[in-house]
């Protein structure tokens, strides 16, 4: 696997293409969420910016399997704008050692189920070493209530409301605030066998060339 984080103006318009497409697919399609913005075949939303942060993770065919995207809280993001009567307890944290993880997508055709549950752990492996690395203290995210329980193994993690259930594909979703610590930099490692960092790579250039 190639995992790539780079800001959206360091990522070739090609590879951002493949990245709405594969979110719709994966969304959209066999999800079945209703994006109002997701539009031929892409989802792509108002918090797709330019200090959007993202996290690409590629094959050994250079084929985009799963994605990721970190959104500063002090500006407007998916939590804020969209899903505040989530976090009822104490409305939506905000602040610059805070971002929000969002678009959380691994595109389960591709891949087996242990590779899809171990792809799932590294891609927050890096999310969690990248925010350590800026100074980030907190990430928040609106997930699925089962992954949501999945994180508090991995995670310092509470809720910032109550789980609050979607018919698009009749799942709860919780919002919630977790800390991004070296003890679950470290318990990811163990979980994933790593001694050390993941390698972090560059948009590969066979993929890249490719016409979107």
């Known amino acids: 696997m190639y995992f790539v984080i780079k800001q959206a103006i360091e990522i070739p318009e090609a590879e951002l293409l493949k990245m709405y497409r594969m979110r ?6 066999q999800w079945g969420w209703n994006i109002p913005t997701a539009k ?4 792509k939303d108002q918090f797709d910016t330019r200090f959007t942060t993202y996290i690409l993770v590629y094959n050994l065919n250079s084929e985009m399997v799963a994605c990721g995207r970190l959104n500063p809280t002090v500006q407007p993001h998916l939590l804020s704008e969209i899903f ?7 409305g939506v944290p905000k602040g610059k050692s ?12 591709k891949l087996t189920h242990s590779q ?10 890096v999310a969690t070493e990248y925010a350590i690395s800026i100074g980030l203290k907190q990430l928040t995210w609106l997930t699925n209530k089962s992954k949501y329980i999945k994180s508090i193994v ?3 993690t509470r809720p910032l409301g109550l789980p609050q259930h979607y018919p698009d594909d009749d799942a709860e979703y919780i919002a919630a605030i977790m800390d991004t610590t070296n003890e679950a930099v470290r318990r990811l490692r163990r979980f ?3 001694e050390g960092p993941i390698p972090l790579s560059d948009i590969p250039i066979c993929d890249s060339a490719q016409a979107a």
């Not at 031929?40 to 989802?43: M, N, S, V, Y």
């Open 40 to 43: 031929k075949g892409l989802d």
């Open 84 to 90: 505040p009567h989530q976090c009822e307890f104490s």
């Open 24 to 29: 719709y697919k994966v969304a959209v399609e």
């Open 116 to 125: 899809q549950v171990r792809l799932y752990l590294l891609v927050c492996l």
């Open 98 to 109: 805070i971002h929000e993880f969002s678009r959380f997508i691994v595109d389960a055709s």
């Open 192 to 194: 994933c066998k790593l």
């Open 154 to 156: 991995v995670w310092k």
